[in-house]
């Protein structure tokens, strides 16, 4: 029984190493398989596909810019969001604008008032008009009865020039009277209140200042995704300055630019869940 475990013994080290032999070419064989089947499947599937943080969309895009100047209080949309038409993208602040429009129907309020009490002032000088002619009337008559007296002697020379006198001053003062009412006329124009110059001018600046009002509330004016934000909430902004951009959600043949490689996607134009 010695011998024979002595001649057993010089095996064991052989046996283990073809065993660990066997176990790494089983391994490597493994590796080599999974090498060959993701191979394939890159070759079928992944090298159709592309992954990036430097990408958009080149499709049909609307730049986004505000119509009035102002400070920015919030930003509703960020890169990559989905927003329709009519949502909120940017806010300004209101301060300003509000009382600019404050004081535009303080204006038109005033400008109402003003042409209603000119159109009453027509009225008035017309009446005025009417009682300096009856005045010129009487002088008129006064003078024709002193006339003849006058010639006869009857009465004093400056009793005579006195009524004419007073027929020059009623005379004058019906011109007068008339001139008023031209120049309260031009103004008034024989119009309607709400036709009168002044008043659809005030109008016109209430109107203006309401849309400037409504313009710091910036709105998207289609469905699509936010991109190229640059806007920062407190950042003071012109009109001229670009906000961001919403792109319409691409259809087949849309362009897709990747780190300066281009490509033709086609994606459904359905509205994302």
Same mark, same amino acid.
């Given at each position: 029984?010695?011998?024979?475990?002595?001649?057993?013994?010089?095996?064991?080290?052989?046996?283990?190493?073809?065993?660990?032999?066997?176990?790494?070419?089983?391994?490597?064989?493994?590796?080599?398989?999974?090498?060959?089947?993701?191979? !394939?499947?890159?070759?079928?599937?992944?090298?159709?596909?592309?992954?990036?943080?430097?990408?958009?969309?080149?499709?049909?895009?609307?730049? !986004?810019?505000?119509?009035?100047?102002?400070?920015?209080?919030?930003?509703?949309?960020?890169?990559?969001?989905?927003?329709?038409?009519?949502?909120?993208?940017?806010?300004?602040?209101?301060?300003?604008?509000?009382?600019?429009?404050?004081?535009?129907?303080?204006?038109?309020?005033?400008?109402?008032?003003?042409?209603?009490?000119?159109?009453?002032?027509?009225?008035?000088?017309?009446?005025? !008009?009417?009682?300096?002619?009856?005045?010129?009337?009487?002088?008129?008559?006064?003078?024709?009865?002193?006339?003849?007296?006058?010639?006869?002697?009857?009465?004093?020379?400056?009793?005579?020039?006195?009524?004419?006198?007073?027929?020059?001053?009623?005379?004058?003062?019906?011109?007068?009277?008339?001139?008023?009412?031209?120049?309260?006329?031009? !103004?008034?124009?024989?119009?309607?209140?709400?036709?009168?110059?002044?008043?659809?001018?005030?109008?016109?600046?209430? =109107?203006?200042?309401?849309?400037?009002?409504? =313009?710091?509330?910036?709105?998207?004016?289609?469905?699509?995704?936010?991109? =190229?934000?640059?806007?920062?909430?407190?950042?003071?902004?012109?009109?001229?300055?670009?906000?961001?951009?919403?792109?319409?959600?691409?259809?087949?043949?849309?362009?897709?630019?990747?780190?300066?490689?281009?490509?033709?996607?086609?994606?459904?134009?359905?509205?994302?869940?």
């Amino acid at each position: 029984m010695s011998a024979n475990a002595e001649s057993q013994t010089p095996q064991q080290p052989g046996s283990k190493k073809g065993k660990r032999k066997g176990a790494l070419l089983l391994l490597t064989l493994l590796f080599i398989i999974i090498a060959v089947a993701y191979g !394939i499947y890159w070759f079928l599937v992944l090298r159709h596909y592309e992954e990036t943080d430097d990408a958009y969309v080149a499709g049909n895009q609307v730049q !986004i810019m505000a119509q009035v100047a102002g400070s920015v209080t919030k930003v509703w949309a960020d890169n990559t969001d989905y927003v329709q038409k009519g949502d909120p993208l940017v806010t300004l602040d209101r301060t300003d604008a509000q009382q600019a429009f404050e004081k535009a129907k303080t204006q038109l309020a005033a400008s109402v008032r003003q042409t209603r009490q000119q159109m009453i002032n027509s009225k008035q000088l017309q009446a005025n !008009i009417d009682v300096k002619k009856t005045a010129l009337a009487q002088a008129q008559a006064d003078l024709n009865r002193r006339i003849p007296l006058g010639a006869a002697n009857l009465i004093g020379r400056e009793e005579l020039q006195h009524a004419r006198d007073t027929v020059a001053s009623a005379q004058a003062e019906l011109d007068v009277a008339i001139q008023q009412y031209n120049a309260n006329q031009a !103004i008034v124009l024989g119009t309607r209140l709400e036709q009168q110059p002044a008043v659809l001018q005030a109008a016109t600046e209430v =109107r203006n200042a309401w849309l400037a009002l409504q =313009r710091t509330q910036i709105v998207s004016p289609i469905s699509g995704y936010v991109s =190229r934000r640059s806007v920062q909430p407190g950042a003071q902004i012109g009109t001229t300055t670009p906000l961001m951009a919403v792109v319409r959600r691409p259809t087949c043949g849309s362009m897709l630019t990747l780190k300066r490689l281009s490509w033709r996607i086609c994606v459904s134009a359905s509205r994302p869940p």
